[in-house]
């Protein structure tokens, strides 16, 4: 981060466009970092969407169909987080929400194949989920979560 010494010769003689910079970066700092916060809200409630989809899904859907209709309603859950937080983020512009859509979809396949490979997943039963000509829908529900940020920001406007 810039000092206002720095950022005023970068700014030259404009000593209000050094605050300015200063006040932008600390915006998108507050934006990441509550961003990270609701994703972690986001992983909280997916976890227990997991140990839903287990106990109730599974015994009658077996475990490939339940987690097929899991995707559909993590999604939901993912947009409803996501439209009642929105405004709390921060994020307004098109970047800015599809950057934090990004940051989502890039943690939760790192968080996604980090817990399958702890709970002792092979990499082809991980895979599985991923896998869209063989039934696997968790590309659609990445793209929604990615997508997430901005569509509720849209539902959000006045």
């Known amino acids: 981060m810039l000092g206002i010494r720095q950022a005023t010769r970068r700014s030259g003689d404009r000593p209000w466009l050094a605050a300015q910079n200063e006040a932008e970066e600390g915006l998108a700092m507050t934006i990441w970092r509550r961003g990270l916060l609701v994703w972690l809200l986001i992983v909280g ?16 859907l077996g475990d490939f169909r339940a987690r097929q209709v899991a995707v559909f309603t993590g999604s939901a859950l993912i947009l409803t987080i996501t439209f009642l937080c929105i405004r709390w983020i921060g994020a307004t512009t098109r970047r800015q929400l599809l950057g ?23 990499w082809e039963r991980i895979g599985s989920d991923y896998d869209l000509p063989h039934g696997g829908l968790m590309p659609i529900g990445l793209i929604l979560l990615t997508l997430s940020p901005l569509l509720a920001a849209h539902l959000r406007r006045p």
């Open 100 to 122: 934090l859509g990004g940051l989502w979809l890039v943690l939760t396949v790192i968080f996604e194949i980090g817990l399958g490979r702890l709970m002792g997943l092979s």
């Open 45 to 60: 409630v997916e976890s227990l969407h997991g140990i839903a989809r287990r106990l109730i899904l599974e015994p009658s």
